[in-house]
């Protein structure tokens, strides 16, 4: 992105609560222009000014989308950081969860950021600048019992834009994946579903919801400094492709590559010894 200092033009998806309001908040506070949006545009509170306009953006919904970034263009013209940060969390083993709730899951957390993508990427590219800051998670990357539909709607999303990040680059566009672990947001509060208990995985699930729920509001990660660290990365000369958020995101990530490297060269004997001779 070429833009590093102010007046940049932000649209952030999922802006009325969490990570989304801090975004906000903190490209507001750098003297940027932000175009806020959420599924219902009055949750959005506050007053508009010359500098922030509020507009609906459902995910989900293609005309939605459409209306809210011609409404950024025409007010703005241009949009130079898109934040995909709708989103929400639902958990359970894969057979506690029906096929229904497994694909909206996904069409929110990884379609509707493909969607807003598509969306934006015209005008970003036509101006040869633009970033894309892409929210995903921890369990994007280190997933475990329980996060079958969350955690496969984040690995899409993270093989999705590290591919895009690599088709854009010559075009003067980034791309910036968010690994955020465990913040004082009500993603783990009210924004978290569960699925259907299951007898047969009570004893691999219910210690897994209990600590969730006994843990919020006391989460390690603040989601005011978070937002910081994103807009001081995407804001340096060579914003970072994978961005973990939060102590606790690089402790488990760096204890799961270590993981996996060791698994690699275990069944390197194994799985190498297949080419033609």
Do not use: C
Not at 89 to 98: H, K, N, R
Not at 235 to 255: A, K, V, Y
Request: hydrophobic share 40%.
């Amino acid at each position: 992105m070429n833009r590093t200092g102010s007046d940049r033009v932000w649209l952030i998806t999922g802006a009325s609560s969490g990570f989304g309001r801090e975004f906000v908040r903190a490209a507001l506070d750098q003297g940027d222009r932000v175009v806020a949006t959420a599924r219902t545009a009055t949750d959005l509170g506050g007053p508009e000014s010359d500098r922030l306009l509020h507009a609906r953006l459902d995910v989900t919904d293609q005309e939605s989308i459409d209306s809210a970034v011609a409404n950024a263009l025409d007010r703005f013209g241009r949009i130079d950081v898109l934040v995909n940060n709708a989103g929400y969390g639902l958990l359970g083993a894969f057979e506690e969860i029906d096929e229904r709730r497994f694909r909206h899951n996904v069409d929110v957390n990884f379609f509707g950021a493909l969607a807003v993508t598509r969306a934006v990427l015209p005008s970003m590219r036509a101006r040869r600048s633009g970033h894309i800051v892409q929210m995903s998670s921890v369990i994007g990357v280190v997933p475990g019992p329980g996060g079958t539909a969350y955690a496969g709607s984040k690995f899409a999303l993270e093989g999705f834009s590290e591919a895009l990040a690599a088709e854009v680059r010559h075009l003067g566009i980034g791309v910036t994946i968010v690994e955020p672990g465990p913040f004082r947001t009500e993603a783990s509060g009210r924004s978290m579903q569960w699925g259907t208990p299951l007898d047969d995985y009570a004893a691999l699930i219910g210690p897994a919801r209990a600590v969730f729920e006994a843990t919020h509001g006391t989460q390690l990660g603040d989601p005011r400094r978070g937002a910081d660290a994103v807009l001081a990365a995407i804001s340096s000369g060579s914003p970072p492709l994978r961005l973990p958020l939060g102590s606790m995101s690089f402790e488990w990530i760096e204890s799961y590559l270590q993981a996996r490297i060791d698994q690699v060269r275990d069944v390197h004997p194994v799985g190498s010894d297949t080419d033609y001779r």
